[in-house]
């Protein structure tokens, strides 16, 4: 089956950290870029950031330039999104995609809070 399954979210108090986990199955995952997109409550879809295929060139929104990283694993199928300085503005369903297969995950909740 091909699906993409994210872990990693919960709560977190402003300033904190969290490592969020995407896992890729039942498609070739060394040759897609990659990307994660956060829904917050109300809001449209933004996209957060992109990798391509061999993580050597990596993209990211204004506004998570310099707090977030993103990395792949192309031998375990996964792709991460390291989180730093959290805001409750990230507050969101953060969502990894396979832009070129228009393949979504169902998401995993990150909440900023104190």
């Known amino acids: 089956e091909v699906q993409l399954v994210e872990s990693g979210g919960g709560m977190v108090q402003p300033g904190g950290s969290l490592r969020l986990s995407c896992a890729a199955s039942?498609?070739?995952?060394?040759?897609?870029?990659m990307a994660w997109v956060r829904q917050a409550p109300g809001k449209v879809p933004e996209w957060v950031s992109s990798?391509?295929?061999?993580?050597?060139?990596?993209y990211y929104a204004n506004s998570v330039k310099g707090r977030f990283t993103i990395s792949r694993d192309n031998a375990k199928n996964t792709v991460f999104l390291q989180m730093n300085s959290l805001k409750p503005e990230d507050t969101a369903l953060y969502y990894c995609?396979?832009?070129?297969?228009?393949?979504w995950g169902q998401g995993t909740l990150v909440t900023v809070s104190s």
């Open positions: 995609a396979s832009p070129h297969l228009d393949l």
């Open positions: 039942g498609f070739t995952f060394s040759i897609y870029d």
């Open positions: 990798i391509n295929t061999d993580g050597g060139s990596t």
